[in-house]
């Protein structure tokens, strides 16, 4: 289950960190990274959160793959950006500067470039963080630390279940996918995209029968252990707050309000030098 | 004081979040246009939510979507996640009055669960992700709704057929309130 969530054991700072302080810092991380577009700030993001990459003893080559992914999304989405709207910065900070002499709908003006700079600078402020995340995090750790930062145990608990049932009914899918392609049910291009569609509930109904009945099972089970009576629960995975924890949950907050305050200062999300 | 979440839900949303996560990361079905797989998990949350209600449909999509951008290490894109959620909670409450687990699902109940999905999707994928997209990104605007568009209609094709095949057969699966007649 691991493998399938990219995680990597090592010994590393990070990996001591509990699921609960990472995951409280992805989200401060997220929201400053989504509020701002403040070029200064988002660079500064960038490169900490490349910076963390040593820290976690992640290689470059354990994350590639992700990264190729990434990077060809990356492109895909500038390209469309510029398609659909080459007037954008303009329009975001105010001015028309148009650059090679050139003129027209398609024509490339600094304002666009910038913007596009800073929309490219977003992805580098977010995914390298993201990534080493998904790389440091046990993901058995996951419903420990969700309850631990407040979301109520019986949610916690269905993540942990879902994480817990995710082999199994892959392995079943895996299973039923088989033994209905051998009785010629088709799935690849030669049939056609209705028939295809079709042919995946051939597959889906035996699988969410036997999931409904392994829901009945196992609530059955767990309201015979009396789940849900008490107000708490303990975690096998659940791990006590260190040092180090306090200051990254307090370094990611700064950030956050770094990212507030430039909005502030700056009058809008934007950093204008065009002005 | 009778509580928001039985067990019952409980597990419902984990499993369900499960099956969604296998559908949307590891059944690819090609479409015509090149690079894109057709997504069929949202068939299958159409149907979690039907059957058990609206916080079991929002909770399963937001956790089995969490999951699959975390999967794929791309970045998690909460203004995506957050409207898979929405659509799970809409179809929820749309089809409250259906009782598809008592083994009830005729041609008012297709009809229902199908407007109900298309309100669904529109609104999810047209109004909430472009919508905060541009509040999170600040993306363009038509560059957003192009794909809220696009995405909504696919997925609202594919839940007409895998939802409904899929609540029909389990709606037959199950014997119905009352079937059973004393014998003389």
């Known amino acids: 289950m691991n493998n ?43 490169v900490l959160g490349i910076a963390l990459f040593p820290v976690g003893r992640i290689r470059l080559k354990d994350v590639s793959f992700m990264l190729w992914f990434t990077l060809v999304f990356l492109v895909l989405n500038t390209v469309l950006v510029y398609v659909f709207s080459p007037h954008h910065g303009t329009e975001i ?14 024509a490339p003006t600094a304002e666009q470039f910038f913007f596009q700079l800073n929309y490219i600078l977003k992805y580098f402020a977010t ?28 949610v916690s608990y269905s993540v942990a279940l879902a994480l817990r049932y995710i082999p199994d009914i892959q392995k079943q899918y895996h299973e039923i996918s088989q ?13 056609s995209l209705i028939s295809r569609l079709k042919s995946a509930s051939a597959i889906l109904v035996p699988l969410i029968l036997s999931s409904m009945s392994r829901i009945e099972i196992i609530s059955n089970a767990m309201e015979l252990r009396c789940f849900g009576k008490n107000k708490k629960r303990t975690w096998y995975m659940a791990q006590k707050f260190k040092v180090l924890d306090y200051v990254s949950m307090i370094v990611c907050a700064l950030l956050l309000v770094a990212s507030l305050v430039l909005t502030h200062i700056n009058g809008s999300r934007f950093f204008n030098p065009f002005k | 004081m009778k509580k928001i979440l039985s067990v019952k839900t ?7 979040a499960a099956l969604f996560f296998v559908l949307g990361r590891f059944v690819a079905i090609p479409s015509p246009v090149p690079n894109t797989n057709i997504s069929i998990q949202y068939g299958l949350l159409a149907f979690i939510a039907a059957v058990f209600g609206p ?7 937001l956790i089995g979507h969490f999951f699959i ?7 998690v894109w909460w ?20 009782k598809i687990d008592e083994g009830e699902f005729d041609v008012k109940g297709i009809i229902l669960f199908n407007i109900g999905q298309i309100v669904a999707h529109l609104l999810a994928w047209v109004v909430v992700a472009p919508v905060l997209d541009i509040l999170m990104y600040q993306e363009p605007a038509n560059k957003v709704f192009l794909q809220g568009i696009t995405g909504a209609i696919i997925n609202i094709i594919t839940t007409a057929i895998v939802g409904t095949l899929v609540c029909l057969a389990y709606s037959k699966a199950i014997p119905k309130k009352g079937s059973l007649s004393e014998e003389n």
């Open chain 2, 79 to 98: 203004s995506w996640v957050i409207a898979s959620a929405v659509f799970g909670c809409i179809m929820g409450f749309v089809t409250l009055k259906l």
């Open chain 1, 4 to 46: 399938l969530f990219n995680y990597i054991e090592r010994k590393s700072p990070i990996h001591e960190l509990t699921g609960a302080t990472k995951l409280v810092c992805l989200f401060l991380w997220s929201f400053a990274a989504m509020t701002t577009y403040d070029t200064r700030l988002l660079v500064v993001l960038a």
């Open chain 1, 179 to 191: 033994a209905s392609q051998a009785r010629g049910v088709e799935l690849s291009k030669k049939a």
């Open chain 1, 127 to 154: 995914i390298p963080f993201v990534l080493l995340f998904v790389c440091t995090t046990n993901p058995s750790e996951f419903a420990a630390s969700l309850n631990k930062i407040g979301v109520s145990y019986s």
């Open chain 2, 55 to 61: 916080i079991a449909g929002a909770l399963a999509g």
């Open chain 2, 10 to 16: 409980i597990v419902a949303i984990g499993i369900g």
């Open chain 1, 93 to 106: 900070y105010g001015t028309c500067t148009y650059l090679f002499g050139l003129s027209g709908h398609f």
């Open chain 2, 69 to 75: 951008d975390f999967s794929y290490g791309w970045g």
